[in-house]
């Protein structure tokens, strides 16, 4: 199955292909008759599977080891482990908060590029953070050879990075250009590590080496194990990278599952920026090194817990004549304003289905419905009510003007019974009068002072709403930020039959991704499913640190119906989603040649070629079953 061009769309708009290429049944691949090969996962964590983008390895964590399987081509699919990588434990390793019997087990999984080394970097439940160059794990995997019939045990590579940030680990991020690695964790807090970095003369002068194999600048520092934690009122200056600085940003109330970087295209990062969600609803944008808010995305009667967070560089936004290829829906009169909300345009996506595949199954022999109402019945039992509807209370008032023009808000009569309640969902009628409202208080704010507009786009998830946060105003009080918005309510969100409400627990939107080159960006529901997106804006010139008229479109869902109704999807939760490039297409050391001059704060425009490479996209269920598709426009 492939994406279709939508009705209305011009020839110049590029289309996202998406193409199924393999599957494997976790039964096949880890026999349940032989438990002692099938590895162990741990559930109800972040992502935990990541591709490499310099080389053909796939990272699985399995509790507090990672699995290293190299996928063969051309249908994608993951082999026996290659070998498995035991996880370093620090000297200050608490306990577990999960699951105390397995307290070292990972949280989360990324591979990201610090500086010109690739590395992967583990989070664990006891609060290590704990880092590997990626080159080196694949050095050690050719010394072993091409034959092998068990996986060989890596025990003689040292971590790049190992620290621990006194509890339960989540979040984490990594700023190639300022060599820094964020992890937020469930003390409501961040650290960030900014490593001190060696002398910046490059090898490159000398014309024998442009391209060193390793980042001297980064791993001079790292000789020396002291870490300083700057005082509150010291005051940090962005060039002077002569010690190893853990900043800490204490300003959340709760636990932090996700944490971004904005890692800019263009220009100085003098400024480095860091986004942070928490499970009360809290998405704030910072600047680092002033350690101070500089927005305050929250809405007023955010009622869902942030999972996912992402800073999105306009700079790769896909170009659209209308609105129609903005959003992604056939054309039709969208009112432009502090908030577009787009609850039905999931109903164009091709292959979308609205019922679980559970729920579908338990139809098959019964006479289908054949309208939205005779899933989501307006007098339902107290049974099914429990389980919202994915469009329940947004048909009606979702025009701001006949609100905004009150002049006053609706109370909803059960709105002081929702506060105590995070797992009911407030119409989106009431929640849109709520931003709007902020809004328009926050244009009479700072009245006679220029805006400023933050140079990137911020896409922040809770359990079931993906939302896109553009034309970022700075303001002096980070709670009256200026932001302009487009929300897709319940994006990823089935219906579930009553007998599969236990799967509701598993309702997150915890894994987000993106693949700058192709405008993508990939959300992930641990229910199983998962969206891909791409951010748009108006056809014209690119201003960067301006308003712009940004979108966002769902191009496709995975798995595809036509697998759901093969019994591909499997009963059980999502454990992690992986992209990279398609095999022989990965970036190599040339690919950076010219990308980092060795001084901190400059960079060229030579950091992605703009001709669009196939990329592979892997789910990965906790039973093993692994589905893969490719994508590319």
């Given at each position: 199955m492939s994406h279709k061009r939508r009705e209305g769309e011009s020839k110049s708009f590029q289309a996202l292909n998406v193409t199924e290429i393999g599957y494997q049944n976790g039964a096949l691949r880890y026999p349940l008759s032989d438990p002692l090969q099938r590895p162990s996962v741990a559930p109800y964590r972040n992502n935990l599977v990541a591709f490499s983008q310099y080389h053909n390895l796939c990272f699985v964590a399995s509790q507090a080891r990672i699995l290293i399987h190299l996928p063969i081509y051309l249908d994608h699919t993951l082999p026996f482990p290659r070998s498995v990588l035991e996880l370093a434990t620090s000297n200050n390793a608490g306990f577990g908060y999960i699951d105390p019997g397995n307290s070292h087990s990972i949280n989360h999984?990324?591979?990201?590029?610090?500086?010109?080394?690739?590395?992967?970097?583990?989070?664990?439940?006891?609060?290590?953070?704990?880092?590997?160059e990626v080159r080196r794990i694949r050095e050690e995997l050719d010394q072993h050879g091409p034959e092998y019939t068990t996986p060989c045990f890596i025990s003689n590579i040292?971590?790049?990075?190992?620290?621990?940030?006194?509890?339960?680990?989540?979040?984490?991020?990594?700023?190639?250009?300022?060599?820094?690695?964020?992890?937020?964790?469930?003390?409501?807090?961040?650290?960030?590590?900014?490593?001190?970095?060696?002398?910046?003369?490059c090898n490159s002068d000398t014309g024998d080496n442009p391209t060193p194999d390793v980042d001297a600048h980064l791993l001079s520092s790292l000789e020396d194990a002291d870490?300083?934690?700057?005082?509150?009122?010291?005051?940090?200056?962005?060039?002077?990278?002569?010690?190893?600085?853990?900043?800490?940003?204490?300003?959340?109330?709760?636990?932090?599952?996700?944490?971004?970087?904005?890692?800019?295209?263009?220009?100085?990062?003098?400024?480095?920026?860091?986004?942070?969600?928490?499970?009360?609803?809290?998405?704030?944008?910072?600047?680092?090194?002033?350690?101070?808010?500089?927005?305050?995305?929250?809405?007023?009667s955010n009622r869902y817990r942030g999972w996912g967070v992402l800073c999105l560089d306009p700079f790769f936004s896909r170009p659209a004549e209308h609105t129609g290829e903005l959003f992604g829906i056939k054309y039709h009169?969208?009112?432009?304003?502090?908030?577009?909300?787009?609850?039905?345009?999931?109903?164009?996506?091709?292959?979308?289905?609205?019922?679980?595949?559970?729920?579908?199954?338990?139809?098959?022999?019964?006479?289908?419905?054949e309208t939205l109402a005779d899933y989501y019945p307006a007098q339902a039992s107290d049974q099914w009510a429990s389980d919202e509807s994915p469009f329940e209370d947004e048909v009606e008032e979702l025009n701001p003007e006949s609100h905004e023009s009150r002049g006053e808000l609706e109370v909803d009569s059960n709105e002081e019974n929702l506060e105590n309640d995070s797992s009911v969902a407030p119409a989106t009628a009431k929640l849109h009068r709520s931003i709007s409202s902020k809004t328009v208080t926050d244009l009479?704010?700072?009245?006679?002072?220029?805006?400023?507009?933050?140079?990137?786009?911020?896409?922040?998830?809770?359990?079931?709403?993906?939302?896109?946060?553009?034309?970022?105003?700075?303001?002096?009080?980070?709670?009256?930020?200026?932001?302009?918005?487009?929300?897709?309510?319940?994006?990823?969100?089935?219906?579930?039959?009553?007998?599969?409400?236990?799967?509701?627990?598993?309702?997150?939107?915890?894994?987000?991704?993106?693949?700058?080159?192709?405008?993508?960006?990939?959300?992930?529901?641990?229910?199983?499913?998962?969206?891909?997106?791409?951010?748009?804006?108006?056809?014209?010139?690119?201003?960067?640190?301006?308003?712009?008229?940004?979108?966002?479109?769902?191009?496709?869902?995975?798995?595809?119906?036509?697998?759901?109704?093969?019994?591909?999807?499997?009963?059980?939760?999502?454990?992690?989603?992986?992209?990279?490039?398609?095999?022989?297409?990965?970036?190599?050391?040339?690919?950076?040649?010219g990308e980092d001059d060795g001084s901190f704060g400059t960079r060229t425009t030579a950091r992605f070629s703009m001709k669009s490479r196939p990329y592979r996209v892997m789910l990965y269920y906790r039973n093993h079953t692994v589905l893969s598709y490719e994508i590319k426009r």
């Open positions: 999984l990324v591979v990201a590029e610090l500086g010109v080394e690739e590395i992967i970097i583990a989070v664990c439940d006891d609060g290590d953070v704990v880092a590997y040292q971590p790049l990075f190992l620290r621990n940030v006194g509890m339960s680990a989540w979040g984490v991020a990594v700023h190639k250009e300022a060599r820094m690695i964020a992890v937020s964790s469930n003390t409501a807090r961040i650290h960030i590590f900014a490593f001190a970095l060696g002398d910046t003369s870490w300083v934690c700057p005082d509150a009122t010291e005051q940090l200056e962005p060039f002077d990278r002569s010690r190893n600085l853990e900043i800490v940003l204490p300003l959340h109330a709760t636990n932090i599952p996700n944490v971004a970087f904005y890692n800019p295209y263009h220009g100085s990062t003098e400024d480095v920026f860091l986004v942070s969600t928490d499970i009360h609803g809290m998405t704030y944008v910072w600047n680092v090194w002033r350690r101070t808010q500089v927005a305050d995305l929250t809405t007023t009169k969208v009112e432009r304003g502090p908030v577009i909300l787009l609850p039905y345009a999931m109903q164009s996506v091709c292959g979308n289905e609205y019922r679980h595949f559970t729920l579908r199954e338990r139809h098959k022999n019964q006479e289908t419905p009479s704010e700072g009245v006679g002072s220029a805006a400023k507009f933050l140079p990137f786009n911020v896409l922040f998830t809770d359990e079931v709403n993906v939302r896109l946060c553009h034309s970022l105003q700075q303001r002096r009080e980070p709670k009256r930020s200026r932001f302009e918005e487009v929300v897709y309510y319940s994006a990823l969100k089935q219906r579930l039959h009553p007998r599969d409400a236990h799967l509701k627990r598993l309702q997150r939107l915890n894994m987000v991704l993106q693949v700058p080159e192709l405008g993508v960006v990939v959300v992930g529901d641990q229910m199983g499913r998962v969206a891909l997106l791409t951010v748009t804006r108006r056809r014209g010139e690119y201003k960067t640190g301006a308003e712009q008229a940004d979108g966002l479109r769902i191009e496709a869902f995975l798995p595809f119906k036509s697998q759901e109704d093969a019994g591909r999807r499997p009963k059980t939760e999502l454990l992690g989603v992986a992209v990279g490039p398609v095999q022989g297409h990965e970036r190599n050391r040339a690919d950076v040649l």
